[in-house]
């Protein structure tokens, strides 16, 4: 028999010797959902001994983070602006630093007053557009519609989004389409609705080789979430031609478009080439997160 103390200790050395920064963190978070009691009880209850199935349990769960797979995928659960989520191998493990985005959709969303069209490009998890239809119900007395469109190329991350959506009861709200970027919308003119303003949210894949391979644990998440070209904006630059197509569609008239605000997830250094990419949008700003990292990419056309 091994008590809550003595299992602990044992992880924690296995773990600092495969240099996981998060080892104290990790092997109690993983003790916790082992033992379906929150952090705090472990840490209250060192003396506690655990059963041969709870240590059995516990010690696969550890030496496959000891490989550097994410704690996420070992408990299914991550949490974001708040929120349980359920992850696995098929979607990007969420970060807190995509939660900028959404505050400043959130903010952005106040100073609006008619009819709105929020659209989540590449999906995922369907933590981003999960969490602004549930922020955003408060807001439903100041805008008469609120629609929520998310797409996907991936067919197994939208069932993960599906699973999320009947977790957080919006079922009803969002509707998920399979697809390359806007594909599925610009394929289907019952989405192409011109009283309303656009928002177009993506946290596409912008990670380079390089930088994939400086992180173990980022490599057990799926490539396809991951990585885009050389310079990780592969897709930002389909996306902008996509998107010139896109405001030509909601045209009003020669001298009126209707307006689409984008808002898209960035690495630190790739704001410059951003504002190349987008050059034709009429107002370009480039926000921080939290760590003072260029984070968010915004454009107005």
Do not use: W
Request: aromatic share 8%.
């Amino acid at each position: 028999m091994y008590s809550i103390k003595e299992i602990l200790r044992a992880a924690y050395n296995k773990l600092n010797k495969k240099n996981i920064n998060s080892a104290y963190l990790d092997a109690e978070l993983l003790l916790s959902f082992i033992l379906g009691k929150p952090r705090e009880y472990i840490l209250a209850h060192p003396k506690i001994n655990l059963t041969k199935k709870q240590i059995a349990k516990y010690n696969g769960l550890i030496k496959q983070r000891a490989k550097h797979a994410p704690v996420a995928y070992l408990t299914n659960e991550k949490e974001f602006y708040g929120r349980p989520f359920y992850v696995d191998k098929r979607v990007l493990v969420p970060r807190p630093e995509t939660e900028t985005l959404i505050e400043q959709v959130k903010s952005e969303k106040l100073k609006v007053k008619s009819d709105a069209i929020i659209v989540d490009i590449g999906t995922g998890s369907g933590c981003i557009i999960i969490t602004l239809a549930k922020e955003l119900e408060n807001l439903k007395s100041k805008i008469s519609n609120l629609k929520f469109l998310a797409t996907d190329v991936s067919p197994d991350a939208l069932a993960v989004a599906k699973k999320n959506v009947k977790l957080h009861g919006v079922d009803k709200k969002i509707k998920f389409l399979q697809g390359n970027l806007l594909e599925p919308i610009l394929k289907n003119k019952d989405f192409l609705i011109h009283n309303s303003e656009f928002f177009i949210l993506a946290n596409l894949p912008y990670l380079t080789l390089k930088q994939i391979k400086q992180s173990p644990t980022i490599q057990h998440e799926p490539r396809l979430a991951l990585t885009a070209g050389k310079d990780g904006l592969k897709y930002y630059r389909e996306l902008a031609k996509q998107l010139q197509g896109f405001r030509n569609l909601l045209k009003v008239s020669e001298t009126s478009n209707i307006p689409i605000s984008l808002f898209a997830e960035i690495g630190d250094m790739q704001g410059t080439e951003m504002k190349k990419i987008f050059s034709f949008a009429k107002n370009k700003n480039i926000k921080k997160d939290l760590a003072s990292h260029n984070r968010l990419f915004i454009a107005k056309l």
